[in-house]
Nanobody, 125 residues
Framework: QVQLVESGGGLVQAGGSLRLSCAAS????????MGWFRQAPGKEREFVAA????????NYADSVKGRFTIARDHAKNTVYLQMNSLKPEDTAVYYC??????????????????WGQGTQVTVSS
């Protein structure tokens, strides 16, 4: 089992930055692939970014490449999502996700094994 707790959401103007954090706990947390998904009102939950349990592999949605960076700190069992050059279309609830395999974070949300409670990110124009 893995428990995930997000923090760092908020309101920011377009062009600004936010950093989301996700603290993981549980027996297998340190070996889980982790990532972020987001869900805007009336839309399906979509993949944003993922990082392997070693930190050696990362993957990003095309819509955030070059603007968002995912990283993990094994000592703290925490994953971060640094979001720069934010746009109004980035507004959504952001969910931390974890999976037993890299494939669990490959894109489709139904493959994810564990979810956090979500944190709201609002970007004003």
């Amino acid at each position: 089992q893995v428990q995930l707790v997000e923090s760092g959401g908020g309101l920011v103007q377009a062009g600004g930055s936010l950093r989301l954090s996700c603290a993981a706990s549980g027996r297998t947390a340190s070996r889980a692939a982790m990532g972020w998904f987001r869900q805007a009102p009336g839309k399906e939950r979509e993949f944003v970014a993922a990082i392997s349990w070693t930190g050696g592999s990362t993957n990003y949605a095309d819509s955030v490449k070059g603007r968002f960076t995912i990283a993990r700190d094994h000592a703290k069992n925490t994953v971060y999502l640094q979001m720069n050059s934010l746009k109004p279309e980035d507004t959504a609830v952001y969910y931390c996700a974890a999976g037993a395999t890299w494939g669990s974070l490959s894109g489709p949300s139904n493959l994810v094994d564990y979810w956090g409670q979500g944190t709201q990110v609002t970007v004003s124009s």
